[in-house]
């Protein structure tokens, strides 16, 4: 590519109808001149070819990408990744915004996941690392989707739940029980308090635990539950399978009493769940696996808060994501961008709840809530309940008084005096 028609590839906001163009921002380290691999980047993105030989066109005014922003944010002596082809030569860490024009995909996330994460991003010239770290939506883009039925406000309306954190928990064992002591221990937890009981990312529809039979043992009991209680329960369960099965298992198990689904996003895709969204009249619930092994090294892949973002436009009413501490690998940074991108304003997008994940327990509520200012989270603790010394009512009843405790401003210690079940969790789960 010539110096003319790297050029070519650049312009300015002002000078485009933004309307028209998504951004996708990205790192990348280029072991060439940072303007040429960017606009190399545009090209391979875009129109690899703007024109056919002998003919007096130039198709990139309408669909080429163009770099609207490029800074060089460090320089480097040798190339941080050594890959075949790569030149051990000086090499330059930039970070560059491209404004793509959305009708060359249209509102289709796996299009639109071709041209900004495909072969034109990750095998562009020059470009040794690349990670997109974020994309920028204009309303004309975002008026195509629907985003979360129900999202924030609608899993409380269910609930009846309006002025604390709502209270996850996954049934452990989470592999090997059949569905009669599964549905027992699911009952001991909403009668303990627990909102919502789920399966594990791990369980599917398998022969020790067929999803028809499950779920219509642990729909009974949700039923059962709530009129124990006088409170409204949720049912949590795992259909991720082969994407031509949800329709099928999703349509069982809401017949059998399961008031929510969740899939494994990244092992089914964004467009699977998009199907499943305009299908379903229940809550859609994203479970992160899969999602580190593109996220985790420093600039390369899709940042986490991308992933967050494209789930909660696929139409997930609640996004457990990694949360804080060692468990889970992530910097406190990361889990709050992750939040923020889950509640923040996005158009007509509705919120969605986010759920950070990560040994959890009675103490963990009051502790979120310090951290993150808003009681719009859900904590989801396994063996927090399910591995409590007295058993999963106990479990889920501490989680709610260790709510209770902080919200009153009562010391653990002293609010554990009076609360057997907080004092065991604080035995068996504290430091």
């Not at 967050?308 to 457990?320: E, M, N, P, V, W």
């Not at 409590?388 to 919200?407: F, I, K, T, V």
């Amino acid at each position: 590519m010539t110096k003319k028609q790297s050029k070519d590839f650049f312009s300015d906001r002002s000078s485009l109808d933004m309307d028209q163009y998504l951004v996708f921002d990205y790192v990348f380290e280029s072991f060439i001149d940072p303007e040429e691999a960017a606009a190399h980047l545009c090209q391979e993105q875009s129109t690899a070819q703007w024109k056919r030989v002998g003919v007096d066109e130039d198709l990139r005014e309408q669909f080429g990408a163009k770099v609207i922003e490029l800074s060089v944010e460090k320089t480097l002596d040798h190339p941080s990744l050594k890959l075949p082809s790569v030149s051990d030569t000086r090499s330059y860490v930039c970070r560059v915004k491209i404004a793509h024009p959305h009708g060359n995909f249209g509102p289709k996330l796996p299009n639109l996941l071709t041209a900004a994460c495909g072969e034109g991003a990750f095998f562009s010239p020059g470009i040794s690392l690349i990670k997109l770290i974020d994309i920028e939506f204009p309303s004309k883009f975002l008026e195509h989707f629907e985003g979360p039925k129900f999202g924030v406000e609608g899993l409380r309306d269910i609930l009846g739940i309006y002025d604390r954190p709502i209270f996850f928990g996954v049934v452990k064992p989470n592999i090997g029980l059949p569905p009669e002591p599964f549905a027992e221990l699911a009952r001991q937890s909403w009668l303990g308090g627990l909102d919502i009981a789920k399966d594990d990312e791990l369980l599917g529809d398998v022969p020790w635990s067929p999803l028809s039979k499950r779920t219509a043992l642990v729909g009974k009991v949700r039923k059962e539950c709530e009129k124990a209680t006088g409170m409204a329960k949720i049912y949590l369960v795992n259909i991720t399978d082969e994407v031509d099965r949800l329709i099928e298992l999703h349509d069982i198990v809401v017949r059998n009493g399961a008031n929510a689904v969740m899939l494994n996003t990244m092992t089914v895709g964004l467009s699977a769940a998009r199907m499943l969204q305009k299908h379903t009249k229940v809550p859609l619930v994203a479970h992160f696996d899969f999602i580190a092994a593109f996220t985790r090294i420093p600039n390369y892949g899709v940042s986490s808060e991308l992933f967050t973002k494209l789930q909660r436009l696929a139409g997930f009413d609640s996004i457990i994501l990694p949360g804080f501490g060692s468990r889970m690998k992530t910097s406190d940074s990361e889990v709050f961008n992750n939040v923020e991108e889950c509640l923040k304003p996005m158009g007509h997008i509705k919120p969605s709840l986010p759920v950070p994940a990560g040994s959890q327990w009675a103490a963990s509520t009051g502790e979120l809530h310090q951290k993150l200012n808003t009681i719009d989270f859900g904590i989801v603790p396994g063996r927090g309940v399910f591995g409590h010394p007295m058993g999963p009512r106990a479990g889920a009843a501490s989680l709610l008084q260790g709510w209770e405790a902080y919200h009153r401003g009562i010391p653990l210690e002293d609010y554990a005096k009076s609360h057997v079940e907080l004092r065991a969790s604080m035995e068996a789960f504290g430091n």
